[in-house]
């Protein structure tokens, strides 16, 4: 069976601190993928990446981070110098073939990060 | 120009109605998709379509039926509304992309719709 875990339930940083929101996973398949959702208080889920099992490397775009590490089962989350506009829910996800064929991916949501930025 | 569409963003119902959202995804995706996000913000999968094929049916009562008139189109009609249907409810859509490592799907979501049963 899949979890995520992200651990904290809401966290309050200054503008321009640095954030870093965690994310815990659980899988048992090989082949998986793990993204970030950012869901802003309007309310709609805005993709911010996704991660293939198979590669590692870290992740840089703008002020925004991606630490992924298949030891620790972790796909970490940093924001750099931060901004009021950053303020939102964050949610990981993990994505598994539940079967063979197109469809059959299902995101496994985590319960969400909410991040609020003071000014 | 929205990617994936649905409509109405807000609904506000008596129990015992029945009530339909639609959903319309431009980004020619094969497989749509129907999640709901309950009141303390956990997202789960409902239904997922692939070609107008239901492929994933997570458990959800019969009064919700989904419909798939062709694969860009997924609409959720809800039967007998009760209270504990109050929800957001998002559509999405993916495409399988790549092959190998480097293949990928990425799910892309709608707005949500707001439904409350009173």
């Known amino acids: 069976a899949q979890k995520v875990t992200q651990a904290q339930t809401e966290i309050s940083v200054v503008e321009k601190e640095d954030v870093t929101l965690d994310c815990v996973y659980e899988t048992r398949d090989t082949t998986y993928y793990l993204f970030w959702y950012k869901q802003p208080p309007s309310g709609e889920l805005v993709f911010l990446i996704r991660?293939?099992?198979?590669?590692?490397q870290n992740e840089i775009s703008g002020r925004y981070s991606w630490n992924f590490q298949k030891s620790t089962s972790s796909f970490n989350f940093t924001i750099t110098a931060s901004q009021v506009v950053d303020s939102a829910v964050y949610f990981c996800a993990l994505s598994e073939a539940q079967g063979s064929g197109a469809g059959s991916y299902q995101l496994t949501f985590g319960k969400g990060t909410k991040l609020s930025v003071i000014p | 120009d929205t990617a994936v569409s649905q409509t109405p963003k807000y609904l506000v119902t008596q129990m015992g109605n029945d009530k339909s959202i639609k959903c319309e995804q431009n980004l020619g995706h094969d497989t749509m998709y129907w999640y709901k996000q309950d009141s303390k913000k956990f997202l789960k999968i409902m239904f997922s379509?692939?070609?107008?094929?239901?492929?994933i049916n997570e458990t959800v009562p019969n009064r919700f039926s989904p419909k798939s008139p062709d694969k860009a189109h997924l609409n959720l009609h809800i039967n007998s509304l009760e209270l504990g249907d109050s929800a957001v409810y998002f559509c999405?859509?993916?495409?399988?992309?790549?092959?190998?490592?480097?293949?990928?799907?990425?799910?892309?979501f709608g707005e949500g719709s707001w439904l409350t049963v009173v």
């Open positions: 991660r293939n099992s198979f590669d590692e």
């Open positions: 999405a859509s993916s495409q399988e992309e790549g092959q190998g490592e480097n293949s990928g799907n990425t799910i892309y």
């Open positions: 379509y692939n070609n107008k094929e239901l492929i």
